[in-house]
């Protein structure tokens, strides 16, 4: 089992950058690939990052693609999301989340993950 806790949210001026971290608990962490997910008022969840455990390949979504960078530190069980130049449309609550499957593959679909943090709010103005 694998319990999670994002921090680092807040509201900043766009073209701003912001870090989200997540940390981990659990023996399985060092196994699992880890995602951010972001979700706006009156939208579904949506996928933003993915790295794999080894930390050695991750994925992005277009729209946050050379924006946005994770990475993870399984020495001290934490997922990072590094957010530069931010834009009023990235305003969402963030989750970090963790795909415990054996598939070595980097997905992309809520449903792929089992554990999900509680979120952080990120608020961009313009």
């Known amino acids: 089992q694998v319990q999670l806790g994002e921090s680092g949210g807040g509201l900043v001026q766009a073209g701003d950058s912001l870090r989200l971290s997540c940390a981990a608990s659990?023996?399985?962490?060092?196994?699992?690939?880890m995602g951010w997910f972001r979700q706006a008022p009156g939208k579904e969840r949506e996928f933003v990052a993915v790295v794999s455990w080894s930390g050695g390949r991750s994925d992005y979504a277009d729209s946050v693609l050379g924006r946005f960078t994770i990475s993870r530190n399984n020495a001290n069980n934490t997922v990072s999301l590094q957010m530069n130049n931010l834009k009023p449309e990235d305003t969402a609550v963030y989750y970090c989340?963790?795909?415990?499957?054996?598939?070595?593959?980097?997905?992309?679909?809520?449903?792929?993950?089992?554990?999900w943090g509680q979120g952080t709010q990120v608020t961009v103005s313009s």
């Open positions: 659990g023996r399985s962490f060092s196994r699992c690939n």
């Open positions: 989340a963790a795909d415990t499957s054996p598939i070595p593959l980097l997905r992309r679909g809520v449903s792929n993950y089992n554990y």
